[in-house]
T-cell receptor, first 112, second 113 residues
């Protein structure tokens, strides 16, 4: 079983839809939770960063962490075609030697 | 502009021919690492470095070497490439451990035939 599980999709939605992306994990030592966005032929770029449990909002993006369920989510409101990309969840903890553990990534396509 | 620069972006080579992928960052970051990205497997760490002359293995280090002689540079060396090392490689840097924001390079697509 992988430490971090993420549905690879692909996920296709119409413009303006609310998108929900999710990851589950098994390591209870994870404390840092991130979402990266990766456009085709580009490197990942940090989108959202959350420490421990709770919600964080940044414009149209909301990240949620539920440590009791070992479940994290990224919500995208009013999705745009420019949001079409692969979204990677990533996690780390104090005992990870500074290493990020990534999910497989979810490919999202927002149709005009 | 703050960036991580990898070269080359694309490389096709033959089995057994030594190659080096360079990585350089201009943000004075202490922590650098190499990842490979494969379909269905996501990003997996190959090697990392917490500072100059300090390197350690990640999850998939077999067949790779690294060095960190200067803070800004972190080359990835494949002494004898094999077809199973065909992959998309990313270099990343962060101020102090990957718990903080990591900046990724543009990637190097390597094909070993």
């Amino acid at each position: 079983q992988k430490e971090v599980e993420q549905d690879p999709g692909p996920l296709s939605v119409p413009e303006g839809a609310i998108v929900s992306l999710n990851c589950t994990y098994s390591n209870s030592a994870f404390q840092y939770f991130m979402w990266y966005r990766q456009y085709s032929r580009k490197g990942p770029e940090l989108l959202m960063y959350t420490y421990s449990s709770g919600n964080k909002e940044d414009g149209r993006f909301t990240a949620q962490v539920d440590k009791s369920s070992k479940y994290i989510s990224l919500f995208i409101r009013d999705s745009q075609p420019s949001d079409s990309a692969t979204y990677l969840c990533a996690m780390s903890g104090y005992n990870q030697g500074g290493k990020l553990i990534f999910g497989q990534g979810t490919e999202l396509s927002v149709k005009p | 502009e703050a960036q991580v620069t990898q070269n080359p972006r694309y490389l096709i080579t033959v089995t057994g021919k030594k190659l080096t992928v360079t990585c350089s960052q201009n943000m004075n970051h202490e922590y650098m690492s190499w990842y490979r990205q494969d379909p269905g497997l996501g990003l997996r760490q190959i090697y990392y470095s917490m500072n100059v002359e300090v390197t350690d293995k990640g999850d998939v280090p077999e067949g790779y070497k690294v060095s960190r002689k200067e803070k800004r540079n972190f080359p990835l060396i494949l002494e004898s490439p094999s077809p199973n090392q065909t992959s998309l490689y990313f270099c990343a840097s962060s101020p102090a451990g990957m718990n903080t924001e990591a900046f990724f390079g543009q990637g190097t697509r390597l094909t070993v035939v």
